[in-house]
């Protein structure tokens, strides 16, 4: 979280400040995002699948020297991931679901590029504040007594934390007339929810989020 604080001003300083030397663009793309369950318990499980969603943002470039230039940035990300939990941790009982998870985020990386000629490496934090979940698919609940089947959808925003902190990197490439192309992969350090589901209290996994974007860039030109 104090990375997020840290990011937040130093950011929209830079994204707000008009310089020779800066160069203000805009980036589409798709993305991909899995969810890891780094608990290690055989008990309680979770598996995920990716599916694509996507990204639109803007970014400002300043240049430090002809080597290396800070790189904030403001993007919408839409993450969408198939999920599978299996919660067999008490006696008697169980929790399986398995669903479709819908995300969308507000995400602020602020990274440091390394240019060689027209292709560069990246690398900072990011934070993000999560704006919206929903789930969609089918649980199954069971006791001593029996089992209990359900579909749901449902909106999940309440149910997943709402600010994540992230370590991102990449590369790319400058193409003429001020495009280009980019990768960049991130990994969630903070935990997205410790439980989920409607038996025993929930899922206690350690949840973390990590994501794969490629995306198409525009770069205005900078003033003289």
């Known amino acids: 979280m104090k990375l997020l604080h840290l990011a937040l001003p130093v950011a929209i300083t830079l994204l707000l400040t008009t310089a020779a030397h800066a160069q203000f663009g805009v980036t589409a793309g798709v993305t991909t995002a899995t969810i890891t369950d780094k608990s290690g318990r055989t008990d309680r499980t979770a598996a995920a699948t990716e599916h694509l969603g996507y990204q639109l943002g803007v970014f400002y470039e300043h240049k430090l020297n002809t080597r290396f230039s800070l790189r904030p940035g403001l993007q919408f990300s839409r993450q969408n991931t198939g999920l599978s939990v299996d919660d067999r941790s008490v006696a008697d ?59 749901f959808e449902r909106p999940a925003t309440d149910r997943y934390e709402r600010f994540d902190v992230a370590l991102c990197a990449g590369l790319g490439v400058k193409l003429p007339a001020g495009f280009g192309l980019g990768l960049r992969a991130s990994t969630g350090l903070l935990y997205l929810r410790q439980e989920f589901g409607s038996y025993g209290g929930g899922y206690h996994g350690s949840l973390r989020n990590q994501a794969v974007q490629a995306s198409v860039s525009y770069q205005l030109q900078p003033r003289s």
């Open 93 to 151: 009982g169980s929790y399986k679901a398995d669903y479709r998870l819908r995300r969308s985020y507000l995400d602020l990386p602020v990274l440091v590029q390394v240019n060689f000629g027209r292709f560069y490496l990246e690398a900072g934090p990011q934070g993000s504040l999560l704006l919206f979940a929903h789930e969609k698919g089918n649980e199954s609940v069971g006791s001593i007594v029996g089992t209990y089947n359900s579909d």
